[in-house]
């Protein structure tokens, strides 16, 4: 499926990492721009405009975490993905913190990418949601003025907590949200380093929301950063596309 609407600005410093992205997402009908530094790329969105960012976590100048902020600073909606390394789950959740829409590990398959891609343009592109809509997602409608949950049609009885859990990942379905993020929505600051006992809340609601909480599709793990819940037309998007693979940052 192509996506000839979607215009993607890539900032890597690395050239064959750009090179690979860009005739990639070409190649399945995006239109990309690509610059090496994030200097550059805060130059480029004051010229002209981009529907997504591809943004390294790990570049020379002023980095991206901080482009990330800058961009923030001057475009809320608009969607960044951070390109990190796998072991860097601190400049992960540093990088959600600061307003990145998601994240993507390198290596990683363009099949991976562009869903993550097209699922954040979505995102941005739809109408703010009122806070008391209801959500739906597959299976499970969440009822926030009623605060009630269910699941094929059947009411689900979930604890307090468990529902603040729900729907602050409902809202955000497809997004990661971190533990520290997560801990403060739902119990306060002064629980921020609580993840333990986040996760003994999240395998309970598991229980109760998944036909096998041991391989859940709609409350995901994050591993060391966070959860996310399942945005179905991203499940949607990950239909098989050609693969072409990105270069570890070794080669």
């Given amino acids: 499926m192509s996506s000839p609407e979607i215009r993607v600005l890539v900032v890597d410093d690395e050239s064959a ?3 690979v992205l860009r005739t990639s997402l070409q190649g399945l009908g995006f239109q990309v721009a690509e610059v090496m530094r994030g200097e550059m790329a805060l130059d480029w969105l004051r010229a002209a405009s981009a529907d997504c960012v591809l943004l390294d976590s790990n570049m020379p100048g002023i980095g991206g975490l901080e482009t990330l902020r800058r961009i923030r600073a001057v475009a809320p909606r608009l969607p960044v993905l951070m390109l990190t390394v796998r072991d860097a789950e601190d400049d992960k959740v540093q990088a959600l913190e600061l ?16 869903a993550r891609v097209r699922a954040a343009v979505r995102r941005a592109r739809a109408p703010i949601r009122p806070e008391e809509a209801p959500i739906e997602i597959g299976e499970i409608r969440l009822e926030p003025a009623q605060r009630t949950v269910t699941k094929r049609g059947q009411q689900l009885h979930l604890t307090r907590k468990e529902f603040d859990i729900l729907h602050c990942l409902m809202s955000r379905a497809g997004r990661v949200i971190t533990y520290p993020k997560l801990l403060t929505a739902v119990w306060g600051p002064d629980c921020r380093e609580e993840v333990e006992y986040l996760r003994t809340f999240v395998r309970q609601l598991r229980k109760k929301i998944e036909d096998d909480p041991s ?4 409350l995901l793990t994050d591993l060391y950063v966070g959860y996310r819940f399942s945005d179905g037309q991203m499940l949607q998007d990950s239909a098989p596309i050609p693969e072409a693979g990105v270069p570890r940052p070794d080669q």
Wanted: hydrophobic share 30%; proline share 9%.
């Fill in 215 to 218: 391989n859940p599709v709609y």
């Fill in 99 to 114: 307003g990145a829409d998601d994240y993507v590990t390198k290596p990683f398959s363009m099949r991976e990418l562009t």
């Fill in 17 to 19: 990492i750009r090179t």
